[in-house]
């Protein structure tokens, strides 16, 4: 295996300036950099000093060691949920369920998350454990129920799993039948190539879609497959076992919600002090909590607040403080976090070390500092995610024939597969037919001029049928370019996949292909070679060559 490194855009501003450690703005915003040792040093001082703010260690790797044996977990696994129970501190990353896990970048985190892990184990001489936090509580169905996949005949193909009738709850609450999983299963295995890998492949998902109900399950099932060797812990979000351990802290965001609300406000202007746009709006009556309602099917119902009353966005129903505070403490799997608690959630479930983050994530994370601090907690290291581009042998192959360099294909396809078309044109087809354009105007300009001599009006009839013959002359070169263009078919489909291959639909493909055509055609082989891949703490892009 071979890689190499692009600087593959990022498209946040405030993102690229933590990656470059802008004092100003990480100080600010940030507290820590993920790219000085000596940040990972303090942090973990911060966390052997402050346990008495989180949850107990036991309670939490109790709940975590009943869910990950459910989806199958190795014994490198449990052994470090075993190390959880004794306090060890963790490198967590996380990413809504998808269908057969989503877009590669899902596994691109994953793999950020266990080599964070792993180099921050070397470095403070801990055992640092690497945790996967699924945010099955997110109720966006159509945000994780597909999957892209390259077919065997070259073509991208979405891959859907229909939503089950009833409410708007969370992803791990929506179930899914064992004739929809088949229907599944069948789809992919019927969209894929042949290979030597195919049938074990297909055998393993099916197997996993015996004992899964819901996208979550999935999800979790096939993570454990993939990095059950490399002891990856999984947590899901919306599991009930893991929310009566958060009842605490769930109980402390109502009862200091105004604080809250006052701290990701006034981050929020700090963000764009600095001349930065929200990634993440703050409304200024928002609760930054979701309800689950029991008499609507359990739909997720995001909270609003006046005074000390709770409601919904169109104040259809509505709840007091001590209301929810009770259910806090009785019922805690009714309640949810959103994108602005659940960082909290996180750091008073986890002893966090330091969090994987993408680039949108990295910018909404700023508005949580002052949150933090108004709890007595600090924000965690900020780690950004490695991501990759995989090329395959025939890819690798191909640009080298056609002198196809990886920003080639990135940066202008375009114009690099038509600079190789016009190349082939031996007959130098552009320049003739522009030839005959000119001499056709030469000709026919003085016969205009005598024609407009002799009548006014004819010499704007004149330019009229001019511009309609150039047209047609033009339109006889665009057909013959086409037909001589066919003798090269074959070339610009090879050019075109490479396209499709690492930038499909015109996207870096980490964000649209998954992983299903990888363990399909590669095996395991593949992920080892991306967990092989040196790790680097501030992220980056590299391009690696199965």
């Known amino acids: 295996m071979s890689q190499e490194r692009y600087r ?3 498209g946040q501003a405030l993102t690229e300036a933590y990656i470059d ?39 939490v790797a109790s709940a975590l060691r009943e869910y990950n044996e459910r989806q199958g977990a190795s014994p490198e696994t449990m052994r470090n949920i075993g190390a959880m129970a004794e306090g060890a501190p963790v490198v967590v990353g996380g990413q809504q369920a998808g269908l057969w896990t989503g877009p590669l970048l899902v596994i ?29 509580e997110d109720h966006d169905w159509d945000e994780a129920n597909h999957a892209y996949v ?29 004739e929809q999983w088949e229907r599944l299963v069948s789809e992919l295995e019927q969209s894929l190539p042949s290979s030597e890998f195919k ?17 979550s399950d999935m999800f979790a099932s096939i993570m454990a497959r993939l990095f059950g060797s490399e002891g990856l812990v999984l947590l899901d979000a919306d599991d009930a076992a893991l929310r009566r351990v958060e009842a605490p802290m769930f109980r402390t965001m109502l009862e200091r919600n105004d604080e809250l609300s006052e701290a990701y406000l006034s981050a929020a202007e700090r963000v764009k002090s600095f001349g930065y746009p929200l990634q993440a709006e703050v409304a200024e009556d928002g609760a930054n909590l979701f309800l689950f309602q029991e008499n609507k099917q359990d739909e997720r119902t995001l909270l609003y607040k006046r005074d000390d009353v709770f409601r919904d966005k169109r104040g259809t129903v509505s709840w007091t403080k001590q209301e929810l505070l009770r259910l806090a403490d009785e019922r805690p799997e009714r309640f949810s976090n959103n994108v602005m608690t659940r960082p909290l959630m996180q750091d ?8 994987v983050l993408g680039p949108g994530e990295i910018a909404y994370w700023a508005t949580t500092g002052d949150a933090f601090r108004t709890l007595g907690m600090e924000m965690p290291i900020i780690v950004p995610r490695m991501s990759f581009t995989l090329v395959d042998p025939f890819v690798v192959k191909h640009m080298a024939k056609y002198e196809l360099g990886f920003a080639d294909v990135m940066e202008r396809f375009d114009e690099k597969r038509a600079a190789w078309l016009k190349n082939q044109d031996n007959l130098n087809l552009e320049q003739r037919f522009g030839e005959a354009k ?47 263009n066919k003798q090269f078919e074959a070339s610009t489909r090879r050019m075109d996949r490479i396209k ?47």
């Open 348 to 355: 008073y479930v986890l002893p966090v070390l330091g969090v």
């Open 21 to 59: 450690n802008k004092n100003d703005v990480v100080a600010a915003l940030y507290g820590y950099h993920a790219g000085v040792p000596q940040d990972w040093e303090r942090r973990w001082d911060r966390l052997q000093r402050g346990g008495d703010a989180r949850a107990a260690s036991a309670d």
């Open 150 to 178: 390259v077919t065997a005949d070259q073509e991208l193909r979405k891959l859907t799993a229909t939503k089950p009738d009833g409410s708007r709850t969370s992803v791990s609450r929506t179930k899914i039948g064992s």
């Open 438 to 484: 000119s001499a056709f105007q030469s000709m026919y300009a003085p016969l205009l001029a005598l024609a407009g001599s002799i009548e006014k009006g004819l010499e704007k009839i004149g330019e009229t049928n001019t511009a309609k013959i150039i047209e047609q002359i033009a339109y006889m070169e665009s057909k013959t370019v086409e037909a001589f």
């Open 108 to 136: 691109h985190k994953a793999v950020s998350v266990i080599g964070a892990a792993k180099s921050a184990s070397e470095q403070l001489g801990v055992h640092v454990v690497p945790v996967f936090w699924i945010a099955g």
């Open 500 to 546: 499709q291959t690492l930038l499909p639909a015109g996207k870096p493909q980490e964000r649209v292909i998954g992983m299903a055509g990888y363990w399909n055609r590669y095996g395991d082989d593949w992920l080892s070679k991306l967990l092989a891949v040196p790790y680097s703490r501030t992220g980056g892009h590299e391009i690696v060559y199965l």
């Open 8 to 10: 593959l855009p990022v």
């Open 199 to 215: 049938a074990s492949f297909m055998e393993t998902l099916r197997g996993l879609a015996d004992r899964c109900s819901t996208l």
